[in-house]
């Protein structure tokens, strides 16, 4: 059965709300972070050991809030309107396996019923597919993918 062919705009914009979901659960546990280890400070008996847990949390998760926010500023910045023949930012790429949107690493999404999986320029994958075009294969972690259709 064939993957029918998916609008990039429904892309983006499936990426770009999940996006946002993970950036407000990111803040959201900054924030709840943020409010522990203020109460920590005011408790004398709270142990020093789960207040540098804390810290050491909370300055992972600002790490990972800038990372999605630049995730956030490539999906913004993708032409959905162009029409790709190789595979490079912005391309869709339908293989016998499965559908790819290179823009920034998300995990799986479903848009209009159909499956597909973000795909970041620095991910080991894109190296593999990198400017091949509909008809060609790439192999990857011991799979190969014959590609269907790059738009």
């Known amino acids: 059965m064939a993957t029918p062919r998916l609008s990039k705009s429904l892309l983006r914009s499936a990426c770009l709300r999940k996006q946002d979901i993970l950036l407000t659960d990111f803040e959201q546990e900054i924030n709840r972070l943020t409010e522990e280890i203020t109460r920590g400070k005011e408790m004398p008996s709270q142990e020093q050991e789960g207040r540098t847990e804390s810290n050491e949390l909370l300055v992972r998760l600002e790490h990972e ?3 999605a926010k630049k995730e956030q500023i490539i999906l913004e910045s993708l032409d959905v309107e162009r029409e790709f023949t190789q595979v490079e930012p912005g ?3 339908v293989t016998e396996q499965q559908v790819f949107y290179i823009s920034s ?6 848009v209009d019923g159909v499956e597909f999986f973000g795909i970041s320029t620095q991910a080991p994958i894109y190296a593999a597919m990198k400017g091949r075009q509909s008809g060609d294969s790439f192999t990857y972690s011991g799979v190969t993918y014959r590609m269907l259709e790059v738009y």
């Open 91 to 93: 391309a869709v790429v």
């Open 105 to 110: 690493s998300m995990e799986k999404i479903e």
């Open 65 to 67: 809030v800038i990372f």
